[in-house]
Every structure is written in structure tokens, then in C-alpha cells.
């Protein structure tokens, strides 16, 4: 009876590989949340990322100015993100809705999405694939995509005109 007990609690608090727990799974859906249907928190980060890629080929400059063009919820302080806020979305072992290795609820029409981390006439792009950080011309469009971000302030971290006095001397 113990070594069924032993059994069944090791199925429980184990997954086979290339699967998420469900203890994984809550942690995810915890972690990003949708907010209305154009944007998802990530409470990690502190980012918010658009729900949704630009549907189509995109280059590098393209990308860069859909994204700072980019208005949802409000706000019109949206950019290209940089390739280690790109690597927070990657999930190894399970592919998203749009069957790409994406959290949920974020959806893309694609594997690549590109990054702000430009060099010598290239830039940076995520493969939400392999996982993997390849380069590509700025011209470069096949598969390439543009995924609006933004860091979400909180009013703590909201700049504030306050003069601070040194402590009064007795």
C-alpha cells in the first residue's frame, strides 16, 4: 500500500518531460495577466506587452515605428523591446495558442519577433521556436515580426518634485 502511496504522490509532483505541472501552469496564468483585450501584465517584470504582433513581414525600421506608434489601454509610451525582455515570454517545454514556445495569452503570427538591440547593421531577433537569438539585417523581413512593450509605473515609481531637507540639528 505505502509503495502505491509513494507511486501515485511521485505522478503527482512530477511531469513528463515536455510538459507543464499544473503547479507550472497556475504560476504562468498568475504571471501574466490580460488586461482588457489588447494587453497583457507581466507581474514578474512589470512589463505590459500587447496581446498581439503586427500580423505581417515586418523590417527592422518598420518594427521601431509601429512600436512607438503603438497606443493600447492609454498609453502612448510603447516600444521595440530588447532581446532579454523577449527571452521572458519564452516557454521551452510547452507551445502557446498560436503554436509557437510563447506564454499565453500572447499571440504571434510568426516565429521571430524583432528586438530594440541593434549592431552594425543588424539587430537582435527572438525565435519563439528554437529559443534562440539570431541576427538579421535591419531590412530583413521574412517571418520578422514587431511585439509592442511598455514598463508599467507604478505610482512609486512615478517621478515626484519632492525636495528632501537634511535632518535638523539640535
Known sequence: MRV???????????????????????????????VGENIVYDAQTGL????????????WYEANTYCKKFKAGGYDDWR?????????????????????????????????????????????????????????FLADTYQLRALPVRTHKTPNDEDMDVVKTPPVKH
Open 4 to 34: 502505491l502511496f509513494v507511486f501515485f504522490m511521485g505522478m503527482l509532483l512530477t511531469a513528463l518531460p515536455g510538459q507543464s505541472t499544473a503547479a507550472e501552469m497556475a504560476i504562468q496564468a498568475d504571471r501574466f495577466q490580460a
Open 80 to 136: 521595440l523591446p530588447d532581446i532579454k525582455e523577449l527571452a521572458t515570454l519564452y516557454t521551452k517545454d510547452k507551445k502557446g495558442r498560436s503554436g509557437f514556445h510563447i506564454v499565453d495569452p500572447i499571440t504571434i503570427t510568426d516565429c521571430c519577433v524583432w528586438s530594440a538591440d541593434e549592431n552594425m547593421g543588424g539587430a537582435a531577433i527572438f525565435s519563439y521556436n528554437t529559443g534562440k537569438e539570431p541576427a538579421g
Open 48 to 59: 505590459m506587452w500587447a496581446a498581439q504582433d503586427n500580423g505581417k513581414d515586418i523590417d
